[in-house]
Structure formats: C-alpha cells, structure tokens
C-alpha cells in the first residue's frame, strides 16, 4: 500500500464532542461532491455508493484512552488499482498535556494498492476537497499552530505569537512564511501565495505578513532572513542559530510571480510525502489497532449472520440472498464483508514505512485455510513491529541492527514481534539452489535493483499449521535509497530442501 497524502489535525473539546457528527456530514458532502450516492448511516457497516466503490464505517473504542470512527472509501479499481480515501475522528478521554489544546484529531489519508502488485501507481495524487470541506468545519490545531485552507494575515501585533509558534516542540507540520518586499502590494502577494499554496491545506500551517510586520520577523529572527520570500519553517526552531537557519529553505517571491508551477511542486511533493511519513501524535498510536479490531469483529459477527440466517433459509427451503430481500435484520445488507484478508490488505496503508508489493494470489491461500482469521492478525502484528523498526532505522533511534536484533532488545520503546519467529536468512542450501531462489523473488523498486527484482531470504512465521506454514517475507532497505522495508510475500510457506 502506498499512502500518498496524509493530514492530520487537532481540535479543542468544544467541538471534539461533534466530531463523529462532523466526520459522517463532511464524509457524506464529500461523496456527493465526488459524484457517488450517499446512503450510509453513522453505524458501522458497508454500504455501496455507486460506480463500483464501497464505503466501510468503522467504530473503536479503547476504554479510559479515546474513542474512533473512521469512513473509508474502497474506489472499484483503475487500471489496476484500487484507490482508498479514509476519514478517521478520534476523540480523547483525557489530554496527555494539559498545555496542548487537542481534545480530539481528524485524519485525512489518501492511498493506492495495486491490484496482484502489477498496477502501476500513479504518485501524483492531488489533495482531496474532503481536507478543505473539514478544516472549514472545525477550528483545526497542529500543536500550537492553526490550519486553515487560504493563508492567514498577519500584521505586527500578530509577531510574537507567530515566533512563539514557529519555536514551539508540539509543533508537528511545517509553517510557511511570506514576506512581501518593501512597499509591495499585499493583494498580489495574497493572490500568489495561496496558489502556491493550494495543495497544502492540512499539512502545513500558512502565514501572510504585511512589510512592516516582516520587518519585525527579520529583526527578531536575527539569522532567519526572509524578505520578498517564503519561507518553510521545519518544526524546532531555533531563532538565534545561525546552523538552525539553514534548514528552513526559502524561496524568493520573483520564483511566485515566475515560476508558479515549479513552486507548487517544490513546496507539495516535499512536504506532502514528509507529512503521510510522519508518525502519528503519540495519543493516535493505538488507532490503527483498535479498528482494525473492531472490523474484524465485524466481520466475524457478520460471518456468524449469515450463516444463521443460510441455516434459517435451509430449514424453510427459501433460496434466497440473505438481508437483501428486507425480511432479515443482517447488516451486511449492503455489502458482503471482506475475508480476513481483503480486511489485512485493505489496512495496508496504515504503516507508511513500509512498501508492500505482496501479490494477493497467496494470502487468498491463506484465506481458504480454517486458521485464516489468525493468520491474518499475526501477519498484521509482524507489519506493525516491521513498520516500527522502519520508522526508527530513518530516526535514527534503533542502530543495533536488523529486525531480528531490534526484536530482541524491547528497551527501544517500539513495536516487536516474537524474535523466535523471525529468520534474517535462508539456509545456505536454499539459497544456493536457483530453483527455491526463484521461488524469493519478489518485487522491488528499481532505486534498489534495476530489474525491479530482488531475493527475499528475510522472513517471519506467521503461523505454524502443518504444510502451510504460512511466511511473510520481507526485505530490509532501512539504509538503502528507499529507506523503507520491503515486503514481497505473505502467504503459505514456500518450498525449501525438505519439500523440494
């Protein structure tokens, strides 16, 4: 799964308490906007909303933390891909600091799975409207900073607060700058900058200061220079380095009035593939589990339906579509629910360190088997401690080694899977044996090798049922040109000496 837009925002307790009211309004303006139907309710389920898309709501809870609703669009796939956009509410029970004023986040997440990992992904996903349709609905907060979907002016008064928000540590997303030249006109400036800025709404905060005010900035930024520019201020500021200074890349005004479309992709492609990268806020950790969970116990239970009401039909000798003629209460009326699976592949996109290029043939093996559902948990269980050590190789907070060693000292704080269960290598004889070597060959990007190919010998058990075995095979690029790790496989155990 590759995410390629993801926002994340803040929002006081005033209008946390409206948030799942706000995520189900906005989610349905945006499917109507989109052109789809809108005949979902707020409860958990599966709806159809026309043109082939399916829409899944979801409900978690993690008792004494917070409370989560998300709405996720599955789009029928294009050209061999299946395109999701996810809206997520999650309400706090209690602020970790009672300095900060999120009480509750939306996330916004655009992403794109290739169909049996041949679709090719087209990475020049635009911002959905649905970012603006929220932020235009809520008083949206990133730490100390406010998102907002046209710039904010700014006059001298305004500065300190300014400084104090382009310094502060819950900071999480760059703020950006623009400072006209001396005696310029505002309105042209406000005019350019918005249009560089258009694809940027809740990822970036915006600010527009008139002269005077820039001239107040400069004075007191005493190494920060930005004068007919704009500016990307990275969070953790530090206004009285002049190393610090260099971080925070500006851009000079004549490039606005110039070159605007190089401007958009300069400022756009860095910052929003920076963003979908970025870790969640530490209250968010759990989210992904928690509906994860909660769809999978939705599924079960509407499994079970199913086959409650196929054994009710049986009995009665009605052939019939089970909750689709109106007289069954199922709540898979609108849409049959995913195998264990289709729910582990849909969740792909909730580990941004990751590429995973798995084709689907296997796992549908898997999904056949009587162990699906466990498989399927502990395959997810192995991608969050992979998406983990990921994500503290690029830190630089794990140095101790590959992913075997990072499972084998928990002193890291991440997320670990049983080391017991993880093989770094193959055996000699399997990899010597061009046959069961072919068999290891999954996909990779071309950065890594140019045939698009390359061994996985790294793998993890995900389950120990007779010849199936199943494997998730993986390959580490954490110090490679894609910094990520790579998984090629998930499925039943591939042949080896005892089996060839």
């Known amino acids: 799964m590759w995410v390629g837009y993801r926002s994340v925002f803040g929002v006081d307790w005033k209008e946390a308490a409206h948030g799942p009211q706000i995520a189900a309004d906005r989610m349905g303006a945006w499917l109507r906007a989109e052109g789809f139907e809108e005949p979902f309710q707020s409860e958990p389920g599966r709806y159809k909303v026309g043109n082939g898309a399916v829409l899944t709501a979801t409900e978690g809870v993690a008792p004494g933390r917070f409370k989560a609703v998300r709405y996720r669009l599955k789009e029928a796939p294009r050209a061999g891909v299946h395109w999701y956009t996810s809206l997520t509410f999650v309400s706090l029970s209690r602020r970790p600091d009672k300095e900060l004023k999120e009480s509750g986040y939306f996330l916004i997440e655009v992403s794109a799975r290739a169909e049996d990992g041949v679709g090719v992904i087209d990475e020049r996903v635009r911002t959905p409207d649905l970012t603006g349709l929220v932020l235009d609905a809520v008083t949206a907060f990133d730490g100390p900073a406010r ?9 001298v008064r305004d500065i300190d607060e300014l400084i104090t928000v382009l310094c502060d540590p819950g900071r999480r997303l760059p703020a950006i700058v623009a400072v006209p030249g001396e005696g310029d006109d505002l309105e042209p400036w406000r005019v350019r900058f918005a249009e560089a800025t258009r694809y940027l709404p809740g990822i970036a905060s915006l600010y527009l ?8 900035l400069n004075g007191d930024f005493e190494y920060h220079w930005t004068m007919a520019a704009l500016r990307t201020f990275r969070p953790g500021v530090d206004p009285a380095s002049r190393e610090d200074a260099e971080r925070h890349r500006v851009l ?3 490039r606005l009035e110039h070159e605007m ?8 492609h860095r910052i929003r593939a920076e963003a979908a990268a970025a870790p969640l806020p530490p209250p968010l950790g759990e989210v992904a589990d928690v509906l994860y969970q909660a769809g999978e116990e939705q599924r079960a239970e509407a499994a079970r339906q199913r086959r409650y009401y196929a054994e009710i039909d049986a009995e009665l000798g009605i052939g019939r579509e089970p909750g689709l003629d109106g007289e069954h209460p199922c709540p898979e009326a609108a849409e049959a629910e995913p195998s264990p699976f289709d729910l582990l592949a849909d969740s792909f996109g909730d580990y941004p360190n990751l590429l995973i290029t798995a084709d689907s043939g296997p796992m549908g093996v898997l999904d056949r088997h009587k162990d699906a559902a466990t498989f399927a948990v ?15 190789r690029r830190s630089g907070a794990w140095e101790g080694g590959g992913f075997r060693r990072y499972c084998e000292d928990s002193r890291h704080g991440g997320r670990i899977y049983p080391a017991t269960q993880v093989a770094s290598l193959e055996s000699d004889t399997v990899r010597q044996d061009p046959r069961l070597a072919e068999q290891r060959r999954f996909r990779v990007p071309k950065a890594i090798d140019s045939s698009g190919y390359a061994e996985f010998w790294a793998h993890v058990k995900i389950g120990n049922s007779g010849q199936t075995a199943p494997r998730l095979h993986y390959y580490d690029d954490t110090s490679g040109p894609t910094g990520a790790v790579i998984v090629g496989y998930i499925g039943p155990h591939l042949r080896n000496t005892r089996s060839s």
């Not at 979907?149 to 700014?154: A, D, V």
């Not at 200061?209 to 107040?216: C, Q, S, V, Y």
């Open 261 to 268: 479309d190089a401007v958009q992709a300069i400022l756009t």
């Open 378 to 392: 502990k395959a997810r269980e192995a991608l969050a401690a992979l998406d983990s050590y990921a994500a503290q």
């Open 209 to 216: 200061l008139d002269d005077e005010a820039g001239r107040k």
């Open 252 to 254: 000079k005004g004549e």
């Open 147 to 155: 998102l907002t979907t046209s710039p904010q002016l700014l006059g």
